[in-house]
Each structure stands twice: as C-alpha cells, then as structure tokens.
C-alpha cells in the first residue's frame, strides 16, 4: 500500500492490504534460522512442495489492539504459539520456540504501526502467522524445508454488523473428520469447509453451522468460530469435540463467564435436539469476536434464539468485556495482555 493512501478506518472489511513489512525464517537441517523483515510479499518456492500437494501447512490469527492512550498490545499470543506447535506437531512439522513466534509477531506490528486502527473506530490489526513445508520433494512425507512467516494487515469486522445478530444453517457437510486435523488450525480443514460456506452464503445465511462429523447430531463449531450458548437457567455451554478448533477466545470466555459475570460455565454436548435450553447464543472467535447468532436453521425451520434483530443482555455483557480487556479499558487476568514497545 502506497504511503500516501489513506486508510478509511470505519469502513474496514476483512480483506487483504498490503502493509509495509513481513516477517520471514526458515527452517533446514534442522534449525530455524534469525529470521528478518522484509518488504517482499511474494514467496517463490520449489514447484514440489508438500505446502502444495499434500496440505503440509498451518497457520494462525491473533490481533494488535490500540489502546485509549495510544500504546499497541497483543491479546494471550502465548496461547496462539502453543496451539500452532500443536499444528506442527500433529503434521510433522518443526516447532517454532514460544518466544520467536511472539517476537516475530512484535516484530511486524512495530514495523507496520502506521497500519494499527486508532481506538475507538473498532478496527485492529489482524495477525497472520503461517508454516508451510517447502524444498525438491514428491512422496508423501514430510518436506525437507519449512518457512515461517508473519504478515498482518488492518481489519473491520469478520461478519457485517457487529453486534447484530446473524443467521446460520446446518452444514450437511464436514469440515474435518472424528479423530483427524479438526483441533488443528490446518488449511485443509478450510478448504474442505468452503463448499458449505458458500451453500449457506448463497442462501442468505452468515455462514453454516458444522456438526459432529460422527453422528451429525451435535453442534460442533459456527463456521470459522466456536459456538456457545446461554440456557435459560444462566450457565455458559460450549460443545466438546474432537474436531473443532480449540478457540482461545472461547476458553477465554469461559473464564469471564465465570469470573466477571459469575455463571456456571460448561464444556458438553450441544444436542439440535435440544437448542430449546438456550435463550442467548453466540459465535466466537479472534476474527468473529462475539457474534450473536439471532436463529439456526435446522429441518426447515429457524430456530430463533433471544432475537434475530437485538443482541441478548448476557452476550452483550461478555462482548464488553472481551473487548474491554483486548482494548486495554478493562483490566483482563494476569498474563492476557502482551504490549508492543
Ligand atoms: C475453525 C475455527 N474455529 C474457531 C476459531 C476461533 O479460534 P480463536 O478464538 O482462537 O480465534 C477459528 C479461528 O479464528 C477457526 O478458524
């Protein structure tokens, strides 16, 4: 992006900008090299690559928030390093050390502080770290090379709207298998997820709802989030499952629930069966942050939640204060908050 081009901060989406730096390591013979910033963001990798043929990458997103007074933090980066080794581990790929994945994170947010939203217009500066396996290679195996790069770019909202509720659909289709990538933040798993997105999309939905890949009976994430919901006796329930993203927003709700606004908090099954429990339920994520889902269509029918047109008081509650603690207005538990010097 050109240096005199202004950015109109309000009218943010969630597409790609060029920003001004990107940070790149590699990794041969065994060890990760420095790593440096660099202007460049082309990648020229061997035309064998298992990045390329067999899906041998993963990647993250986390978020650089500006604060009231103007600092820049990062919101628990330490959990995004650990759930990438997670990635790595599961595709044979090398880890990244805790610390050089949050420094590189640092790194580019400091080289790219002319593209953090000022406070107060909603917008933050999206993260993305990804590893992809490159070098001369065809069998199915582990690459012999890998990179490790960080770019980021500023952002708006994920879903159009905000805190205005949003409708799903149920998925007849699976984003990941039982026991396979699910709890991995893969590419794969968003490639096979594409299709769905884009039947509910086509129909006017916000995005789909995924279900239990084994019995197709249970809510297992909310597109590119993790779901949640408020039964009418107050208790925050997520779904547990062996194939969803493990959200670090919402094991960070799970904690405000219980801490701030002093709910039973509960990891289970989520039946469609039995979506009559919820009064409030949500979308979360670190692009979707708290998204209200107004219904779920489900057998023809929407099943309509707290509203389809006004946020529930519970969600409402937990996204202020998510968004106060990312934005540095609300004191968040210790060890959330990363700052950018
Ligand atoms: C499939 C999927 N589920 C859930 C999430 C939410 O995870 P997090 O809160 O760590 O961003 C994401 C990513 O944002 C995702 O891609």
Known sequence: MNKNEKINWDELGFDYIKTDYRYISTWKDGNWNE?????????TISESS????YGQQCFEGLKAYRTKDGTIQLFRPNRNASRMNDSCDKLLMPEIPNDKFIDACMQVVKANERFVPPY?????????PFIIGVGDNIGV????????????????????????????MISDYDRAAPYGTGQQKAGGNYAASLQAHKIA??????????????????????????????????????????????????????????????LETVEEDVLLD??????????????????????????????????????GPITKKLYETLVGIQFGDIEGPEGWIYKVN
Do not use: Q, W
């Open 274 to 311: 039995d979506l009559d429990r919820f009064k409030e339920a949500g979308a979360c994520g670190t692009a979707a942050v708290i998204t209200p889902i107004g219904g779920i269509e489900y057998k023809d029918k929407l099943h309509v939640f707290h509203s389809e047109t006004e946020v």
């Open 141 to 168: 195996k582990p690459a012999p090379e890998y990179i490790f790069s960080v770019f980021c770019l500023p952002v708006g909202p994920y879903f159009k709207g905000g805190l205005t509720p949003v409708n799903f």
């Open 50 to 53: 298992t990045a390329l043929h």
């Open 201 to 262: 999309s086509d129909r006017g939905f916000a995005d789909c709802i995924f279900l239990d890949p084994s019995t197709h009976t249970k809510i297992d994430e909310a597109g590119a989030a993790n779901f949640f919901g408020i039964t009418k006796d107050n208790k925050f329930v997520t779904p547990i499952s062996s194939s969803i993203l493990p959200s670090i927003t919402k094991y960070s709700l799970l904690e405000l629930a219980k801490d701030y606004l002093h």
């Open 120 to 128: 107060g217009t909603g917008g933050t500066l999206y993260i993305r």
């Open 35 to 43: 790593g440096t910033l660099t202007k460049d963001n082309m990648i």
